[in-house]
T-cell receptor, first 114, second 112 residues
Framework: AQSVAQPEDQVNVAEGNPLTVKCTYS??????LFWYVQYPNRGLQFLLK??????LVKGSYGFEAEFNKSQTSFHLKKPSALVSDSALYFC????????????FGAGTRLTVKP | DGGITQSPKYLFRKEGQNVTLSCEQN?????MYWYRQDPGQGLRLIYY???????QKGDIAEGYSVSREKKESFPLTVTSAQKNPTAFYLC???????????FGPGTRLTVL
């Protein structure tokens, strides 16, 4: 069975500083990893995913994530945070097995202060 | 949110009533999903459908029902058997089961 953890409920950064939102996972096989962002009272928007290949994945809005197999992590990063990046971020994982569904973390609220 | 619509945006229900939440997609996706979102709990899977005329229970299916008579539609009925239905409901779809999911804007259900 797969699971995902987002160890921080809240992350605060100053505008212009780099940001990191942490995610760790557990799977039996190979992981498919995803990041989504949610703005208030909206659905989730897909940011990026890792299936295979380069460990550094680039996604929408300048975000990127680094897959680290030894640490079973998939942290979301951005070199320079914007106030408009303030939102709820979800990490999700799916084991590559055919009938496994996607599991979402509890979410991390990112606040970027001017 | 493009390509997936949910209606209504807000829904109020009296105790004992069944209500149906609409989800429509024009992306020609085979798979569709329903999630429930509660504060601090992330998303929990209610039902999913890998293909038209087929659907399966997720982790929290009790008190809910679905149908998938058309590829583009996957309505969710919240029955009176659901004891705590107040939540934000999200519909999603993907090209095929297991692929990247794309979400609708959500329906906020409140029981009065």
């Amino acid at each position: 069975a797969q699971s995902v953890a987002q160890p921080e409920d809240q992350v605060n950064v100053a505008e212009g500083n780099p940001l990191t939102v942490k995610c760790t996972y557990s799977v039996s096989g190979n992981p498919y990893l995803f990041w989504y962002v949610q703005y208030p009272n909206r659905g989730l928007q897909f940011l990026l995913k890792y299936i295979t290949g380069d460990n550094l994945v680039k996604g929408s809005y300048g975000f990127e994530a680094e897959f680290n197999k030894s640490q079973t992590s998939f942290h979301l990063k951005k070199p320079s945070a914007l106030v408009s990046d303030s939102a709820l971020y979800f990490c999700a994982v799916r084991d590559e097995g055919y009938n496994n569904d996607m599991r979402f973390g509890a979410g991390t609220r990112l606040t970027v202060k001017p | 949110d493009g390509g997936i619509t949910q209606s209504p945006k807000y829904l109020f229900r009296k105790e004992g009533q069944n209500v149906t939440l609409s989800c429509e997609q024009n992306l020609n996706h085979d798979a569709m999903y329903w999630y429930r979102q509660d504060p601090g709990q992330g998303l929990r899977l209610i039902y999913y459908s890998q293909i038209v005329n087929d659907f399966q229970k997720g982790d929290i299916a009790e008190g809910y029902s679905v149908s998938r008579e058309k590829k583009e539609s996957f309505p969710l009925t919240v029955t009176s058997a659901q004891k705590n239905p107040t939540a934000f409901y999200l519909c999603a779809s993907s090209i095929a089961w297991g692929d990247t999911q794309y979400f609708g804007p959500g329906t906020r259900l409140t029981v009065l």
